[in-house]
């Protein structure tokens, strides 16, 4: 990513900086000072890097840029921890993050792209339409001003917000390097969750990586006429041939499979439903998390948590590993497109 004739220096893995460094005459051994200044202590200015000499300091604000995010619109949940954020990009565009609170520690889920070209029927996030991808910077710098403002940690990272990840692969596994880098914030990727509806090429190439991130594949029907209907990328990638994948990943990489599923009344939570779920993953390492479906205006949409419970209930008597989960920041409309759509409107 570039601003004007400038780099975004927050994009750089640390052998990539590295080797920058060098070729405009500078020590490699630098690049550890800026990497620490960037990532560990989430400076925002070349300025700030007060152990550079002036001179260096001023050829980074020269060559370089460090991408800023503004917030502009912020929201506290008063009825549990969570916060969510609006952020402005430099061109104009915005993002949403939401900071969770969890028994098991601090969750924050970030975007990855601006708007989404999936078409998900039941998603917020795909009606304005896509955008653009994020860099790897303005995905981490989501991250780090939540954390900087809210004064909380963030123990696990969620790739589930606007955007489809997989669909920005390179960025996201560059942000995967950076944010799981020992000379930075050193976060285990075992606690990075990536949720994807299915790009089975792109899951394909995760899996070759072994990175150790947990993958969540959004699921929300068993049936491919009922999945193509509310999940258009089932119409080039069907769930046969996802679920095919899905066993391919968890043989290869030794880690388990989290199932989204959005249980919407009348679409997709009949016991016929629960049923041809219970088939369709008979023998896979996995664990489904049922979501009553977001109610968006533009869609008639709807979940009740009793449906909800009468679905797990019906799983679980056909012994799948099954959770429902908490609904946090419902006050604040803590979905994610929600916010981004009322404001722009």
């Known amino acids: 990513m570039q601003n004007g004739e400038k780099i975004d220096i927050l994009s750089m893995p640390f052998e990539e900086l590295s080797d920058a460094l060098g070729e405009i005459g500078e020590k490699k051994f630098r690049a550890g000072q800026i990497f620490t200044w960037l990532h560990e202590k989430k400076v925002r200015s070349f300025s700030d890097m007060t152990n550079l000499s002036l001179a260096l300091r001023e050829k980074l604000e020269e060559k370089y840029f460090i991408p800023q995010l503004r917030i502009v619109r912020k929201l506290e949940s008063k009825k549990d921890p969570t916060i969510k954020y609006l952020y402005e990009l430099p061109d104009g565009n915005h993002v949403e993050t939401v900071?969770?609170?969890?028994n098991h520690g601090n969750s924050i889920c970030v975007s990855t792209q601006v708007g989404c070209k999936m078409g998900c029927t039941f998603c917020a996030s795909t009606i304005a339409g896509f955008r653009r991808d994020l860099s790897a910077a303005e995905i981490l710098s989501?991250?780090?001003r939540a954390e900087d403002e809210s004064g909380r940690h963030a123990?696990?990272?969620v790739l589930m917000g606007i955007g489809e990840p997989l669909d920005n692969y390179d960025n996201v596994v560059r942000f995967l390097t950076l944010v799981s880098d020992q000379r930075g914030r050193a976060q285990?990727?075992?606690h990075v969750s990536l949720s994807t509806c299915g790009i089975v090429p792109r899951i394909k190439q995760l899996m070759e990586l072994k990175l150790g991130v947990t993958?969540?594949?959004?699921?929300?029907s068993p049936d491919n006429a009922h999945r193509s209907s509310i999940m258009p990328v089932n119409r080039r990638w069907d769930v046969n041939e996802l679920i095919e994948t899905c066993r391919e990943y968890t043989e290869f990489t030794?880690?388990?499979?989290?199932f989204e599923y959005a249980v919407i009344c009348g679409v997709n939570d009949s016991d016929e439903d629960?049923?041809?779920l219970a088939n369709l993953l008979k023998g896979l390492s996995c664990h489904i998390n049922l979501i009553p479906v977001n109610s968006i205006k533009e869609r008639d949409y709807r979940a009740d948590r009793r449906s909800v419970e009468h679905f797990a209930a019906a799983l679980e008597k056909r012994r799948m590993n099954v959770t429902v989960r908490r609904t946090l920041g419902a006050d604040i409309d803590a979905a994610c497109g929600q916010l981004r759509r009322e404001y722009e409107i």
């Open 254 to 258: 030794g880690r388990r499979i989290s």
């Open 155 to 157: 123990d696990s990272i």
């Open 215 to 220: 993958l969540s594949v959004s699921l929300h």
């Open 99 to 102: 900071f969770m609170e969890y």
């Open 188 to 190: 285990s990727l075992r």
């Open 142 to 144: 989501q991250i780090y």
């Open 274 to 276: 629960a049923a041809k």
